[in-house]
């Protein structure tokens, strides 16, 4: 089975601090992806990688970088957190074809005081 | 914006009710997958439907496609209290790689 992990559940952070969500993968996958899921809004694809030190913008980059140093590990970075980035983090890994699914991490409900 | 709009928003039903879902999109797809997500956590993959078949089953879940209407029904049969959770239809758009653009959800309360 395909297991991909984050690194916190849960995370308080204060505005203006430096937020580092981890998510690692263990199948090898080509693809990974970050969304932050609202209520009312679904999920918003913010990044996505496709190989090991290559990303693309999603929908809703701003504020928020990505870093790819391994295959198996996909990180997101917010460098200086504010409020209006409260929400649920959800990481996802897929193969490349264009047909496949993806899987998804448990989430990181991050709070920014 | 989203591809994928869930109908309703929000659903409950007596245990051993069926349940449907429905999910409209906008452009030509490759494939449309559902998708669950139990309260707090990760979604999970339940089906894949590609655009050149019409029905697919798997266990109590079945998944309808009409391409012509672009729209999609997931029907969750002799529902069960655990089987409360939302449900997302995400779409594979003809032109966009791999990139799944997911719904707004309809959130499943089954009542034991």
């Known amino acids: 089975d395909v297991k991909v992990t984050q690194s916190s559940r849960y995370l308080v952070k204060r505005t203006g601090e430096k937020v580092f969500l981890e998510c690692v993968q263990d199948?090898?996958?080509?693809?990974m992806f970050w969304y932050r899921q609202d209520p009312g809004l679904g999920l918003r694809l913010i990044y996505f990688?496709?190989?090991?030190?290559?990303?693309e913008k999603g929908d809703i980059p701003e504020g928020y970088s990505v870093s790819r140093e391994k295959k198996e590990r996909f990180s997101l970075i917010l460098e200086s957190a504010s409020t209006n980035q409260t929400s649920m983090y959800l990481c996802?890994?897929?193969?490349?074809?264009?047909?496949?699914?993806?899987?998804f991490g448990p989430g990181t409900r991050l709070t920014v005081l | 914006s989203q591809q994928g709009e869930e109908d309703p928003q929000a659903l409950s039903i007596q245990e051993g009710e069926n349940a449907t879902m429905n999910c409209s999109y906008k452009?030509?797809?490759?494939?449309l997958q559902w998708y669950r997500q139990n309260s707090g956590r990760g979604l999970v993959h339940l089906i894949l439907?590609?655009?050149?078949?019409r029905e697919k089953h798997s266990g109590r879940l079945r998944v309808t496609l009409d391409t012509s209407k672009k729209s999609s029904s997931l029907l969750i049969t002799a529902s069960r209290a655990a089987d409360t959770a939302s449900y997302f239809c995400?779409?594979?758009?003809?032109?966009?790689?791999?990139?799944?653009?997911f719904g707004g959800g309809t959130r499943l309360m089954v009542k034991p």
């Open positions: 452009t030509s797809i490759n494939n």
């Open positions: 199948m090898d996958h080509e693809n």
């Open positions: 995400a779409t594979v758009p003809a032109n966009a790689g791999n990139m799944l653009t």
């Open positions: 990688s496709y190989d090991v030190k290559m990303k």
């Open positions: 439907i590609r655009s050149n078949e």
């Open positions: 996802a890994s897929s193969l490349p074809t264009r047909t496949d699914t993806q899987y």
